[in-house]
């Protein structure tokens, strides 16, 4: 079955720790995305990939970080550089930048 | 930059009536459009899109929207609401033809409520 999958689904962290989000995907999709979604305020993309190797800035990207090392792998670390991590977070991907972006369930972080 | 709006942040309605659920987007040219819908706690899931073409789009669940270039809308409607359609729905407006990427725009969601 194809699809996209996130791990944990929910995750728990203190205050001043770096927490890596998992996200993995066997649609062949060569491009990967990163949101994170707030009450009332929409998704917003933090980081997303083109390509394996290559990654861009999103429109929140301070206080995160990824890699893209494989194709199918596109994990974000949430630094304690983040001022309010706390939030639910989406992976997406899609055939191409262009193409129609397919979700994964997301994960929810909370910082104690 | 691209922007979008959902006017209707909660929407009420009984099941078996007509649902419209607004979209309008702000962008120099034809964006590509696109419609989620999302369960508590869950992932979005795509109803439709448009990117070109017949300005009607019919997607999943019995869903459809129309495109209006001039009134720069993208509203979603279902002709019978089913009470499992209470959920988020989202509309995304993208930037097609970009080199820098497709960096879909997301409006803040309308909450339909279904009443039996």
């Known amino acids: 079955d194809g699809g996209i999958t996130q791990s944990p689904k929910y995750l728990f962290r203190k205050e001043g720790q770096n927490v890596t989000l998992s996200c993995e995907q066997n649609l062949n999709h060569d491009a990967m995305y990163w949101y994170r979604q707030d009450p009332g305020q929409g998704l917003r993309l933090i980081y997303y990939s083109q390509i394996v190797n290559d990654f861009q800035k999103g429109d929140i990207a301070e206080g995160y970080s990824v890699s893209r090392e494989k194709k199918e792998s596109f994990p974000l670390t949430v630094t304690s550089a983040q001022k309010n991590p706390t939030a639910f977070y989406l992976c997406?991907?899609?055939?191409?930048?262009?193409?129609?972006?397919?979700f994964g369930p997301g994960t929810r972080l909370t910082v104690l | 930059a691209q922007s979008v709006t959902q006017p209707d942040i909660h929407i009420t309605v009984s099941e078996g009536a007509s649902l419209e659920l607004r979209c309008n987007y702000s962008?120099?040219?034809?964006?590509?459009l696109f419609w989620y819908v999302q369960s508590p706690g869950q992932g979005l899931q795509l109803l439709l899109k448009y990117f070109s073409g017949d300005t009607l789009v019919q997607g999943i669940k019995g869903f459809e929207a129309e495109f209006k270039r001039s009134q720069s809308s993208f509203n979603l409607r279902k002709p019978s609401v089913h009470w499992s359609d209470a959920a988020e729905y989202f509309c995304a407006v993208g930037a097609p033809g970009r080199g820098g990427g497709n960096k879909l725009t997301f409006g803040t969601g309308t909450q339909l409520k279904v009443e039996l």
């Open positions: 962008y120099g040219a034809t964006p590509y």
């Open positions: 997406a991907s899609s055939i191409e930048v262009t193409d129609t972006q397919y």
